[in-house]
């Protein structure tokens, strides 16, 4: 009989037995693999938590006690749980649930999380305000030990030591945020968990007690009251300790009755509590297992083996970026590659594998990896550096102020520009062109395709400046690559199609949406359209782009950006320097407002940035007047 058919609400977990909560937990790691298997999604992190998760809910009373997830993605078992099961199959897709929390689309969910780290400063934040309106509710943060590396993180964790409000971190340990973690945290986890004495004494014990006839048992039993007190007296002063926050664990986030014993006994402190919670990543479903970093953000595939399902055409913008940088590591052992725990995301790892002095992964501190970067490359190595788009806005200070500022020579990818399909809203590279733009002394590329990036990348590092090229998460376009390297002239765009009734300027990919709108107008209205591969969104080729600028009427903007502050701003800024009137310009990207869950695809119909909607609203321009 299926338990989890009748659970709708946590009131419901609440109920069970032990023995039931096994069998829930059962069901719900199958139902997980079911979803993400059709829908593609974060798996291996989902099944680490699902104890977890049931735990938290069954000590806890949400909505009325807060339990805030740092790692959003984590948060699928919660959303089950929550009254949203029989939505959980519309998860990531148009119209469905977002795979990260939502506080519009539940009152369970706090915050609404993609980005790491963030969770104890809101959750200080909150025990402040609780208590200064005498308020009363528990307050629960369930941080990843990758989010930890995080400087907020970090700077809330000194601040709530400081303050000393009621409340209790849940620090959940799996050794691995996206890629294994690293650093000096991690080897301290790692320590509090392999390395404690208390654990081999421990050990020890248990195997004798048990291994007593008659007496074992009961003497086991007891042995187990004492446990707090062995930890109080063989733990060293940990770093969460030392901060002024108690440190509890380390705890089996597998084993029910520990962690309702735990989490129970951290409701009665009345300062901040962190129970270390060790799971398992990928637990329950042995591919996940086995390769939890190729199962954090899955595409669909295959229960029965674990094949992922791939209908790409050629190589991803990531994986040309990586061989790039790799090809450019064997020719010059100055080119160092870093990246903010996305090895494989980046496309990085393949430099990681074969030049692993050559690589640095910081673990989830942008920040610190670009002024890491900046000083790599003061002392005469070549920093290329792999971020997604949504996670270099956090760090703009450093890239204004410590890279451009000095004309430290630093190469970016910008990985997922644009729009991003399944993620939702907080995982858009919507901003890049709008925030890099206006810094001054900076290169910002764009490349059409994966052959036009191999290139950008070469280009960028021999530039001596910062360098910034900006890509999607889609596929290739499987065009030939070309074996031999070459530059493409600083601030110099490409003219693809020539045509004197309107002119289309196009960034990135969308320039192959452009030209089949373009072919479409030519062949069905008989508009002719230029149609231009800006390449360089600075500098701008503003010869090419006047010369041609001055004889067509009609200039179309193309760009998958924020219309506010992005590429179209730059063309109006520079035309009307010229006297041009702006009702002859037609500006397509993407507009404010809420952004909706979709696939890439949907979203670029959804923005009309696909070849028909440029074709329909290119014609219906022309043809106004």
């Not at 977890?52 to 997830?69: E, G, N, Q, S, Y």
């Not at 191999?454 to 074996?483: C, N, W």
């Amino acid at each position: 009989m299926s338990l989890l058919e009748n659970i709708v609400s946590p009131a419901d977990v609440k109920k069970l037995s032990l023995e039931e909560l096994s069998q829930l937990s059962a069901e719900i790691t199958e139902l997980l693999v079911q979803v993400v298997s059709r829908n593609g999604g974060h798996l291996s992190s989902n099944l680490g938590v699902v104890d977890l998760t049931l735990a938290l809910h069954r000590v806890f009373d949400a909505p009325a006690d807060k339990i805030i997830w740092d790692i959003g993605h984590q948060c699928y078992t919660h959303k089950i749980i929550t009254g949203r099961r029989e939505k959980i199959f519309s998860i990531r897709k148009k119209g469905g649930l977002l795979g990260f929390p939502d506080r519009e689309e539940s009152e369970y969910d706090v915050l609404n999380t993609g980005h790491a780290s963030t969770s104890l400063a809101f959750a200080s934040g909150l025990a402040i305000a609780r208590d200064r309106q005498k308020d009363d509710f528990h307050i629960v943060t369930v941080i990843g030990d990758g989010a930890l590396t995080g400087g907020v993180a970090l700077e809330a964790l000194n601040h709530i030591g400081q303050v000393k409000q009621r409340l209790i971190i849940i620090l959940n340990d799996n050794k691995m945020s996206i890629s294994p973690n690293v650093g000096g945290i991690s080897r301290h986890l790692n320590y509090l968990v392999s390395g404690r004495p208390y654990i081999r004494m421990k050990e020890v014990i248990q195997n004798v007690l048990k291994s007593i006839p008659a007496v074992g048992k009961s003497m086991y039993e007891v042995a187990k009251k004492v446990e707090v007190l062995m930890r109080t007296m063989m733990v060293p002063g940990s770093l969460f300790d030392e901060l002024g926050i108690k440190y509890i664990g380390p705890v089996n986030g597998h084993d029910f009755p520990e962690m309702l014993k735990e989490f129970e006994a951290a409701k009665k402190h009345d300062f901040p509590v962190l129970l270390h919670v060790v799971t398992s990543k990928g637990k329950g479903y042995v591919p996940a297992a086995a390769d939890p970093s190729s199962y954090h953000s899955s595409a669909p595939f295959n229960i029965e083996d674990g094949k992922f399902i791939n209908g790409a055409k050629g190589p991803s913008y990531s994986e040309i970026f990586g061989r790039t940088v790799l090809e450019l590591i064997k020719r010059d052992r100055r080119i160092v590659a870093l990246t903010a725990a996305m090895p494989e995301g980046t496309g990085l790892e393949i430099v990681q594998k074969e030049f692993p002095d050559n690589f640095f992964d910081v673990g989830i501190a942008e920040q610190y990896m670009f002024d890491f970067a900046g000083g790599l490359a003061l002392g005469g190595l070549k920093p290329v550096v792999g971020v997604y788009s949504t996670f270099m806005q956090r760090a703009v200070d450093q890239i204004v102020h410590d890279i451009s500022l000095m004309r430290i020579p630093v190469l970016v990818g910008l990985d997922r520009a644009g729009l991003v399909g399944g993620d939702g809203p907080t995982h858009q590279g919507l901003y890049d062109i709008s925030l890099l733009h206006p810094i001054p002394d900076i290169v910002l590329m764009a490349p059409k395709d994966e052959n036009e990036l191999q290139h950008m990348v070469y280009t960028g590092s021999r530039l001596g400046k910062p360098v910034f090229i900006r890509y999607p998460k889609e596929p290739g376009r499987g065009v030939a690559l070309d074996k031999e390297l070459a530059e493409i002239p600083e601030g110099k765009a490409e003219v693809l199609r020539r045509g004197s009734q309107a002119m289309i300027l196009a960034v990135g990919p969308l320039v192959y949406r452009a030209l089949e709108a373009a072919e479409k107008l030519s062949r069905l209205d008989g508009i002719e359209a230029t149609v231009v591969n800006v390449r360089y969104l600075k500098p701008l080729d503003r010869e090419l782009l006047f010369s041609l600028g001055d004889k067509i009427e009609k200039i179309i903007t193309v760009e998958d950006g924020t219309a506010a502050g992005g590429f179209a701003s730059i063309i109006h800024k520079e035309f009307l320097g010229r006297g041009r009137d702006m009702h002859r310009f037609l500006i397509l990207a993407v507009g404010e407002g809420p952004l909706p869950l979709a696939s890439r695809e949907e979203l670029l119909e959804h923005y009309g940035l696909n070849g028909a909607g440029i074709y329909r609203q290119v014609r219906a321009f022309v043809k106004k007047d």
